[in-house]
């Protein structure tokens, strides 16, 4: 029997599979309600983005969400708009380095 | 550039010698432990050419300042893996010296031999990750190693400006590390 070559097997998508599914999240901004917001708040926690106490979240894009967004695109150099546009969701979905963002006292900038 | 909470850095003398080992019970077994070793000494080259520290291999594990390792999921450090993309990696500030890799990834180093979508380039990731080894946090400059995210098929070795200022601000400059040649590159390579 001829199996297919390693390459063709995988059919992931070119970014994590977990956050694939906030591409669903794409254009919401601050009021609406959307199922699977919550697990984008679990993602902004776990990068130090929500710095909650209570990780009991909502499907809610409330306030503190909103500031969480404004603060990823700030360090992440994207456009501050303060919603879910696609640079945003597409930065979100990328893989990257699991140290939080926000373990940081000093930013410095270029002479 | 962005440093940790209290700026760490290493504080051996100068000129500094930090030495580097792989753990032994913690490899990934379809690429060759010396193609790995070639990968990271190049990281550490890099790092090494613009700052007064020399990075040494040792066999010993246990005493290395900096140990490097592949883990899958919960690895017992507070900080899981997640499987295929999503987190690729992680590193630990000043002097804590731990980089760990997630086996669950497709490393390579040459993406013509390794067809996959989700195949990472290890060098790339490795060059990140030992910047925060030194003390460098992530930046918001999206050409920068130390910037947070990486496509997957994508290669991004090379130090930029905002990644040379921020480590020598730290361990100054290596005395043969010229400015002029890192700015010629950069603009050779926007002209691109």
Redesign the interface.
Known sequence: RILPDKSTVITVDAHNATWHEFKRLLDAGKGSHVSGMSELKTYFHRFGYLPISDTNFTDSFDTQLESAVVLYQKNLGLSVTGKLDSDTISTIMSPRCGMSDNAHALHTTRR | ???????PRWLHTTPMTLTYAFSPDNMIDYMSISEIRSVFKRAFSRWASVIPVNFTETENYLSANIRIGFYRGDHGDG?P???????????F?PENGRLHLDAAE?WTVDFNS?????A?DLES?AT??IG?VLGL??T???EAVM???????TKKVDLK??DV??VQ?LYGSNPNFKFSSLLESENSSNHA
Do not use: C, M, Q
């Not at chain 2, 550039?1 to 700026?7: H, P, T």
């Not at chain 2, 893996?81 to 590193?91: P, S």
């Open positions: 550039f962005v440093y940790f909470n209290g700026k900080e893996f997640d499987g295929v993309l999503g987190v690729l990696a992680h590193a500030s497709t390794v067809k996959s979508k989700v990472v990731v990140h990750e925060h946090a992530h918001s400059v999206k910037y947070p995210s990486l496509s997957p098929r400006i905002d200022e921020g601000a």
